[in-house]
T-cell receptor
């Protein structure tokens, strides 16, 4: 049981480049989400999904796309990277949206956009 | 909108000192409240949680009580250890979304 995995661990992009951050979980969790962590800002929700085929926007969705074709995977796409997207990105999953099921976090991807 | 405010750090304590990290929240409805901990280079891990007013969450010597009247969920530990050095995040969940505080860095010195 690997939990929540994220790849890559580190990435450097040039402004305007595109890339996909990968996230996978093997716990059969319905709920998956992406956060960015910036100094002094805590974690902010980018997008989330309550099940395969269903996604919704969080607090800071602009510049990011997501899809959820399977229960296990929830990739985050940056279509045209900007320096403001330099951050640490965390993927998380949870058994259900209801109740108080905890979120399990991946180890993070540190992204730098130059 | 919904939000969490927690005390700014960094906090530096000597081993065996008493710890309090303040957290207050703003939310419509009846949120669930959480404390997460982040060790260097790692993702967040759940420390404790509370689902309704007057609930007390506890784990590894840490405690927090859901106070609806003061909209607070302060984290406490009676005797901290060096291994407690980490960043602590208060969070709330309403509907399908989680909201996190900015984090409080704790360093415990021997």
């Amino acid at each position: 049981n690997a939990g929540v995995t994220q790849t890559p661990k580190f990435q450097v992009l040039k402004t305007g480049q595109s890339m996909t951050l990968q996230c996978a979980q093997d716990m059969n969790h319905e709920y998956m989400s992406w956060y960015r962590q910036d100094p002094g800002m805590g974690l902010r929700l980018i997008h989330y999904s309550v099940g395969a085929g269903i996604t919704d926007q969080g607090e800071v969705p602009n510049g990011y796309n997501v899809s959820r074709s399977t229960t296990e995977d929830f990739p985050l796409r940056l279509l045209s990277a900007a320096p403001s997207q330099t951050s640490v990105y965390f993927c998380a999953s949870s058994y259900s949206t209801g109740g108080t099921y905890e979120q399990y976090f991946g180890p993070g991807t540190r992204l730098t956009v130059t | 909108g919904d939000s969490v405010t927690q005390m700014e750090g960094p906090v530096t304590l000597s081993e065996e000192a008493f710890l309090t990290i303040n957290c207050t929240y703003t939310a419509t409805g009846y949120p669930s409240l959480f404390w997460y901990v982040q060790y260097p280079g790692e993702g967040l891990q759940l420390l404790l949680k509370a689902t309704k007013a007057d609930d007390k969450g506890s784990n590894k010597g840490f405690e927090a009580t859901y106070r609806k009247e003061t909209t607070s969920f302060h984290l406490e530990k009676g005797s901290v250890q060096v291994s407690d050095s980490a960043v602590y995040f208060c969070a709330l969940k309403t509907g399908n979304q989680f909201y996190f505080g900015t984090g409080t860095s704790l360093t415990v010195i021997p």
